[in-house]
């Protein structure tokens, strides 16, 4: 079984102090600040604040999509698996061939309407018109805030790891300064400042993830690269890598039908202008992940061709295959590029974060307890401060409860929403009931097992997962529950919404 | 109505295929290739479940669409099923398809490239007809219109 930390970036990069990377990382923080600045004078209301006054274009929102889809990991520990585990790590990226367009059948418009004729601003949000349940707008934003406070401390600990190699302030410090930085814009100018820094920082991971590439194909030495590392260790480049297969295709499941149920992503079909454009969402999405997924292959096949061929020595730990290749085999211009596009990843992620977190603080719990909070742009702004602080925090508990919190993230958002709002929002046969019971399962099941695996009362066989488990199960509870509370007061829609879903 | 009908069976399919691949995994005490296969069927029809699901509307049948579902299905089912099949065995001698040894060039040119360049121009091509056309368009504005009009009337849902 792969190891929690595995996924996540928790140890020390190698020291990158250089005045040509500190400095590049200065440029790009002030680039930042300043496009933070510009949006804050455009946010005036809570939606422009948590959705973007549901005007931004199809370019910004698919820069915005895969930005806030790829963390670090995308640069650092994606990578870094490769490098130990061959092309099983590829089960994690392989499914965004499909991914896109199946989001864009399943949710894009259906969502994007329900957001025009609501006015809908959360995915809790969508769950409370879909099935009339303020429960099931309740529990969803309980799972979105357990899930983020983890999810977050993980990336704010990768961006502190990231800014303590750059600047050397140390982890702590480097923790509280980014989260101060992503705070700086995020608390002013709302998801509509993420999404246009969103735009700056996806072009700066797309670019230079193509130039990393061609020159990891050069370092390694093209088809002898393939060839070397076939000689010497030929489970490299078996399909499944050095993973069984039923792991890798695990992943394949989590990741592929997960990515139906990350709110920091779908929420974002709320704030495109004209939904007509959203013809052209899938493959303009795909070929922006596709392009920046090339670092993620590269750096990793290269890393171990170059320690087969004695270019490099074998690495430390599998995390060192981007620094120590890039610090080795590209000039220092492009390092200091890549390190600035991992920070990119990680701020774009964590905006994303803190938006759907306040969000569920200021919006969707008050909602489903029958209360509105009447300035909701201000408790926006100090519930992102909140959690922010919280996650920071968790940051600086660092190690395995760290990897522990975040680990369950991606599985939670999937085993909690997946049915609910994909099935939910395209059947009109699936019930309150049935959303109700599979949002509560996925929560506990992902939480007790988890924690119970964490503790290590018990370990699951190989290939199999947690959040693989809870997804199939929350899926199975829905479509049972719901079949058998069929004609129920709950299988009701109102008719606006029952248009959207006939549409 | 049927084509949905057809697409909450497959999804059901799916998800007891699913189930049953870790089940086994637990009942056999190791993962074997009877449960990949499981799990692969179960990844594959889960997939096309849900893209039918989404994409047909009430009453519609699938048309032009059931191109791309079963290209997915039959993409899925095909690559993993060689993946699983085919004897390892690569070395250093192998021929290269595309610079990667053959299962690898299936796993990584088949599943996860082959698709983004026949899928998002199906969307793109039946968007108009498919997905959303401005009369659709048109009608959403209006219900938006009447609920907020509901809204400044004091009325609630």
Redesign the interface.
Known sequence: MIPVNALLQTAALPTLTQPVIVGVAVGYFVIVALIGAWATRRTRTAKDFFVAGKGIGLIPLTLATMSATLSGFAFIGGPGLMYSLG?GA?FI??P???T???S????A??MR?LG????LITIPDALR?RF?SPAAQGLAAVAILIAVVGYMATNLLALGLVIDAIFGTGLGWGIWIGMGIILGYSVAGGIMAGIYTDVFQGSLMALSSVLVFMYALKAGG??GM???I??SD?EF????GKL????A??F??VF??GS?AQPHVVHKFYMLRD??R???Y??LT??AL?VTLLLF?GVGTATKALVIQGELAPLARPDDATPTFLLRFTPVLLSALVFSGVAAAIMSTVNSFMSIAAAALTHDIPMSIGRRIKDELKWGRIFTVVISIIAAFVAQASGTLVAFLGIFGWGLFASTMVPAL??GL????ATREGAIASISLGLVSTLVLETLGYMRVFSL????TVS??SL??S??VF?AVSWATRGGRGSAI?A?VS????? | MMT?RL??SG??IA??A??A??AL??IQ???T?A??ML??F??AT??VS??T???V??GEKLGVLAFAFVF?FAVLMIG?TL??LLP?????A?R?FL???P??A???YG??????FV??????AT??ER??S?Q??E???A??A???ETQKTGGD?
Request: aromatic residues 8%; positive net charge; hydrophobic residues 60%.
């Open positions: 092309l590829m990226i392989l965004a061939a499909i896109n367009t199946m864009a059948w399943v949710l418009k259906r309407l025009e004729v609501r006015g018109v009339r093209g088809a393939i060839r070397s076939l000689d030929p480049f078996a399909p499944w069984p297969p039923l792991a295709l695990s394949f499941f592929g039908i139906l939904p007509r959203l013809k052209w899938p493959m795909s070929v596709m292959f994909a099935i395209n059947w009109k046969g066989p190989t290939g199999v693989g488990i199939a199960l899926l199975m479509l109102d606006d248009m959207v879903m006939d549409t | 949905k697409a909450i999804l059901v998800t007891t699913i189930v691949a870790y995994v637990f005490g190791a993962a290739n449960g990949a799990m692969v179960g990844i889960m997939a849900l893209m699901l989404g994409a509307r009430t997915v993993f993946a699983l390892a065995g690569d070395n250093a192998t290269l610079g990667l040894p299962r690898a299936i796993v990584v599943i996860g490239l082959l698709p983004v899928l998002p121009l199906i969307y793109a968007f108009e997905t959303l401005e659709d368009l009608r959403i504005k219900a938006a009447a609920h907020a849902r």
